[in-house]
């Protein structure tokens, strides 16, 4: 009986609230009840921040779907949210991958609160958008959905022209059960990740996007396509990978990937994260040279970390640049005898060999013999060569019944490490393959 006197109640003031912000504006009303217009009006100081944050006090639980989060735009609430954790109110916040705007650092503020769960829609590429704003709060029977324009940003919250609704409903009301469906599908598609599953990726994504932005704008004019350049599927698995085996001790990798999958640019994006003092990258044409100068310079800029400038440099019939932090040169001008004693044995602290394969002929296997870099990266798209040279005896340790890179093809990347005995081959979801030899001793043919 109570109930439903209450539910009597609580439909009587939504009628009120209606004809008050529909009908007539003269109208007396409950404001609790009623719809609102929610902007940004420092001279009025309105926020929608305000009004989303007075909801989240006295709800008994919330869901929040918005496409941008950032660090600032969630400090104004993290009072409140401790406040609803320590009283055990539960929440969902969904967010999305589209542009790579949310900050991940906000994402993992919010996932430390142990009444909060976050979720992430993954968008195929940035011609599907996920726009979402809206925010639902419960308190008993009656629902309070404010939905519009303001993404949980500071500016969005506070300064910017938002337009926001605020609606009353009960839980039959169709308005509301069409958003509570929208936002389930949303919550549960298999395109939605959770935490775990989507933050390391997307943290390591979000990273490489930034530095880049940094590099593009390094310059007098901006550089509009080094500006939109982030790394593909295959190449943020590949450094994601790289930078564990790094960590692990291990000093070489072997990338194997289909031809137009951009490993040249999954090696630049790599060794700007590694950062070494100097570089070479041995290339067997001219040409291919001149390019991965150009996507080096595209990736890592005019500055290294500690603002000094990188020096370029190409090697080759017609280019002889040997004073250069990061040089391109051809494997026919690198493996003259004169050409490599112009450089230490410990010269270049990161080596990449392009075209990789082709390292079991006499001009390779000189450059190899004479250089001890600190890491050693061989690339190609055939490592299954004709001519009887396994590119796989370059890294010792491996097994003698090499898996064929057909079984690559299924977008799993197969790994071994060797470090301390061969263990079991594990999977990462990407479209490469790689594989490492022991850190320990020379590399193979060395002095």
Known sequence: MQKNENRNSNIEELRKGFRTAFIDGEYNSNLAYRPEFLSNNAAEGKKVLSAIESELLRCDEFAISVAFITNSGIEPFMQTFKELERRNIPGRILTTNYLNFSDPKALRRLSKLQNLEIRMYVTDDESEGFHTKGYLFRKDEMYRVIVGSSNMTLGALTRNREWNTKMVSTEQGEFLTEIRQEFQQLWTSERTRSFEDFIDKYELLYREIQKQKKVATQGKAIDLLGYQLKPNSMQLN?????????EE????ALLISAT??????????AMRDAAPGKALFVVHREQIAKQALKSYQRVLGKYKPDGSPIRYGLLSGNEK?????????????????????KFRPEEFDFICIDETHRAGAESYQRILAYFKPQ???GMTASP???????????????PNNHTSIQESSNNYCYFWRASNGLTPRSRYSCSCFIRTSPCAGAFPGSR
């Open 238 to 246: 590949f450094i994601q990978n790289l930078q564990k085996l790094r």
């Open 375 to 377: 890491f050693l990266l």
């Open 384 to 398: 299954e060569r004709t001519d009887n040279f396994d590119i796989f005896d370059l890294y010792p340790g491996f």
């Open 249 to 252: 001790g291990e000093n070489r």
């Open 260 to 269: 137009g999958t951009g490993k040249t640019y999954a090696s630049a994006f």
């Open 321 to 341: 640049d040997y004073d250069a932090d990061y040089l391109f040169s051809t494997m026919q001008m690198m493996s003259k005898e004169d050409v490599l004693e």
